[in-house]
């Protein structure tokens, strides 16, 4: 560990006057809050708070000097640092704004700057929290008002906005982790997650759907029954239509941020009965015309 001296770049004789100048020069240019975000700075910082609060001290130094205590005070097992100060007990240096004293006169500006910073961090917001939800794709689209579980037992309840996408992130004011002081609490934020079904895909506003329709359906038309993600509808299918064929049900999809709403499209897949079927196999037989056609062949189309 060095030698209190040695970090504030001084003689074993320097006066407290030279020791004073020099801890505001190093104080000036590694603070904290000059230099946001530099760990480097900010350790360096303590390293020279804890040097000053030794040398400050006459009786401190003088058993420094005397080898009864060492550069970390043989009284405090951890040398507190800046950051303890606004919590600390009286007799701190730092515990009121008395400690700053040091500034005055000519560096009333940084003393303030050093007080404010040590208002701020006793009085400091609470951290945000993140947490994950998962929401069914029907709610994804529709809506939903949905109760979360906290590790903590704690419970949250959350509007689930219509049209939210994987991987949107909702935010609670004021449900994050508790402030300290005055400091206002943090915010809750909760990444959604939409659980696929195996029914529904989604492209944009869109939705999409495989439909599959009986060989009587797909030849002669007629009205079927069709999944959304706000309940079933009747469409229409229309005489002679082909695995592939795709429909569109106007306004079924998920919410547009203009206003409105995407479509859902319907893409039609025609499905042979699950067991042969004699009467079928026998018409097949004997249709001429469907053994003339050939399907690969864009002349018979």
């Known amino acids: 560990m060095k030698s209190p001296y040695e970090v504030l770049g001084v003689a074993t004789t320097a006066s407290a006057a030279e020791i004073q100048k020099a801890y505001r020069k190093l104080a000036k ?13 900010e350790e ?15 009786e401190k130094r003088k058993r420094f000097d005397a080898g009864e205590i060492d550069a970390a005070g043989a009284e405090r097992p951890q ?8 919590t600390a007990g009286s007799g701190h240096y730092y515990a009121d704004d008395s400690g700053y004293s040091d500034f005055a ?9 050093l007080r404010r910073g040590q208002r701020a961090r006793a ?18 689209i529709t809506g939903a008002n949905k109760r979360l579980s906290l590790p903590d037992g704690g419970t949250l309840d959350v509007k689930i906005p219509p049209g939210l996408v994987d991987g949107q992130v909702l935010r609670l004011k004021g449900k994050g ?5 005055t400091g206002v609490p943090g915010d809750a934020l909760i990444e959604v997650e939409v659980l696929p079904d195996q029914r529904f895909a989604r492209e944009g506003d869109d939705i999409s759907l495989e439909l599959p329709i009986s060989l009587s359906e797909a ?26 064929t795709t429909l569109r ?41 469907g053994k003339e056609f050939n399907p690969r062949d864009d002349r018979t189309s």
């Not at 982790?177 to 002081?181: L, M, S």
């Open 29 to 41: 240019q590694l603070h904290p809050d000059l230099n946001p975000g530099d760990k480097s700075a």
């Open 44 to 58: 360096k910082f303590k390293e020279v708070a804890g040097a000053y609060d030794l040398l400050s001290d006459a």
């Open 219 to 244: 030849v002669l038309g007629g009205k079927v029954r069709v999944p959304t993600p706000t309940g079933d509808v009747t469409m229409s299918v229309p005489k002679g239509s082909n695995t592939g």
């Open 249 to 289: 049900l106007k306004g079924k999809g998920a919410p547009r941020r203009e206003g409105g709403h995407g479509d859902q499209f319907v893409k039609l897949k025609v499905v042979l009965p699950r067991h042969p079927d004699p009467e079928l196999e026998a018409f097949v037989s004997n249709w001429e015309k």
């Open 105 to 113: 006169d000519s560096d009333d500006a940084f003393a303030e700057l």
């Open 123 to 140: 009085n400091r917001r609470g951290r945000d929290l993140h947490y994950t939800l998962a929401v069914d794709f029907a709610d994804s």
């Open 177 to 181: 982790a508790p402030g300290t002081g």
């Open 79 to 86: 040398h507190p640092y800046y950051r303890d100060f606004a």
